[in-house]
């Protein structure tokens, strides 16, 4: 029998992304009820889907983080209290269907008894036609009960999904997320995209409190902050504290835009500095677990210490990840601190201030429009980190980014790009070169022209522009000569 899914839970069973199955909704493709998906329609879109194949999502995954330059995380299963829950659940819906499937049975022999005391009664006509309907139950039940139907592929690897993880809904977003193994509603969250209110994360502070609206969490760690017994009765929870035993429906506080992050004072750990070409260093910092940054992709921070001075650097790291967090340190934009960092003023294990974050380069929130970046040398960095979030949010129909060198270390880290086009269907990449000699007018109008080649229509799209301030600035000019609206431009100088 056919079963309704969320968008998520039925993208995530068959390896698509929401976005497609929007797609196909809007197409005509896929019939939507009240925003679920059945599974036969979801069989007949996508006959390839088996329960065997249920490896094809973490192998996307696993790409996805490669790619970030994240390690693999371990996707162990849940602590056994909540594992436990979930198996109880699973098979109270069992029951409940072999209680129905007996009840079904009941009735029916009630009913052929019935028809057994009624053949006897005349007239004789009438329980010839008595016993051959009896009959006809009889063979009819049997069959019934000996058939087993061909079991639904997608409702069975459902099944599997809602032992490993839960879904939640976030109101009044809508947004959602899935909860991995044992971590914590907070963490699920952070790793998803999703701009929720902490502070501390260590069960602290109390900012990451949330309103269960249904489904059931679990506490898993200890925390100081303590609910009043009216938060307790109205169903809140540390998102920090807590996982999800089963789906869930919370109400959370989110972050709209950079206005709702508050500034923060951070001392973080040098964890590495990499040379990532002859003038581009790669600095990975971690900042403490009951102290991490919270910032939206695509803003920068201030970083520094006695030894090397301060430097307003962008993040080139995910949110989803906000411990790690890496910076692109060129020796053009950032000067004396690039020097003093190749210099060895820092070496890991030292501790660095981490400032801020400021910056409104930032994705549009709630629009559905197919999204284009375009990154000209250093602008790669807040790129990458836009990128990396729109992929964990998984919303976008369609990302294009286009990267521009105007020198020969112009491409670093291009292996991520292409990591990135080989795991995802809804990714391209397009890597460009140009000489500065003409001015940074000719430079843009390289990249431009190449971009029209490609999308003639450019006000169907969200555009990022990243790089120098002569690329920036003749960019954006020609772009609005091109029709583009406010709305639909962001750019950032690096």
């Known amino acids: 029998m056919a079963q309704l899914l969320t968008l998520s839970r039925a993208a995530r069973l068959i390896g698509a992304t929401r976005a497609e199955l929007q797609k196909r909704i809007k197409a005509g493709e896929l019939t939507s009820f009240d925003g679920m998906v059945s599974t036969d329609d979801l069989l007949r879109l996508y006959p390839e889907a088996r329960l065997e194949d249920q490896g094809l999502f973490e192998r996307v995954a696993m790409i996805r983080e490669e790619a970030f330059g994240k390690r693999v995380r371990e996707r162990a299963l849940p602590n056994p209290q909540v594992l436990a829950e979930r198996l109880f659940t699973q098979s109270r819906e069992l029951a409940d269907l072999r209680a129905h499937l007996s009840r079904y049975h009941a009735l029916v022999m009630e009913l052929r008894e019935r028809l057994e005391a009624l053949k006897a009664a005349p007239p004789a006509d009438a329980g010839t036609r008595i016993g051959e309907l009896g009959s006809y139950l009889e063979s009819g039940l049997v069959r019934v009960l000996a058939e087993t139907p061909p079991p639904d592929a997608i409702a069975v690897m459902d099944d599997i999904l809602r032992v490993m993880s839960a879904h939640v809904v976030l109101h009044p977003s809508r947004h959602e997320f899935f909860v991995e193994g044992s971590e914590t509603l907070l963490e699920a969250a952070v790793r998803a995209g999703i701009p929720v209110n902490f502070g501390c994360s260590a069960g602290n502070c109390g900012l990451c409190k949330a309103r269960v609206i249904s489904g059931q969490a679990c506490k898993t760690r200890g925390h100081d902050y303590g609910l009043s017994e009216a938060e307790r009765q109205q169903g809140y929870v540390l998102l920090c504290s807590n996982t999800a035993v089963t789906d869930m429906v919370i109400e959370a506080l989110e972050a709209d835009g950079p206005a709702d992050i508050p500034e923060q004072n951070i001392a973080a750990r040098v964890r590495s500095l990499e040379p990532l070409s002859d003038r581009m260093l790669l600095l990975h910092l971690q900042t403490p677990r009951s102290s991490r940054l919270r910032f939206l992709a695509g803003q920068s921070v201030s970083l520094g210490s006695s030894a090397t001075g301060n430097a307003v650097l962008p993040v080139a790291s995910c949110p989803c990840d906000d411990r790690n967090l890496l910076f ?167």
């Not at 790669?380 to 270390?409: C, G, N, Q, W």
């Not at 003749?474 to 772009?479: E, F, M, Q, V, W």
């Open 328 to 494: 692109h340190v060129d020796a053009e934009s950032a000067g004396d601190f690039a020097e003093r960092l190749r210099a060895g003023a820092v070496r890991a294990g030292d501790t660095m201030t981490v400032r801020g974050p400021w910056g409104d380069f930032v994705l549009r929130g709630g629009r559905d429009r197919p999204l284009l970046f375009l990154a000209c040398d250093a602008g790669f960095a807040p790129v990458k980190s836009l990128v990396e979030h729109a992929m964990a949010a998984d919303e976008s129909e369609h990302i294009h980014l286009y990267r521009l060198a105007t020198r020969s270390d112009g491409h670093y880290l291009a292996n991520v790009c292409r990591a990135w086009a080989d795991a995802l269907d809804n990714f391209r990449y397009t890597a460009l070169s140009a000489e500065r000699d003409g001015g940074w007018k000719e430079v843009s109008e390289r990249l431009l022209t190449r971009l029209s080649e490609d999308y003639p229509d450019l006000r169907r799209f969200d555009l990022y522009v990243a790089g120098p301030q002569g690329f920036v600035g003749a960019c954006a000019r020609d772009l609005v000569l091109r029709g583009i609206g406010e709305e639909q431009l962001s750019a950032c100088v690096v």
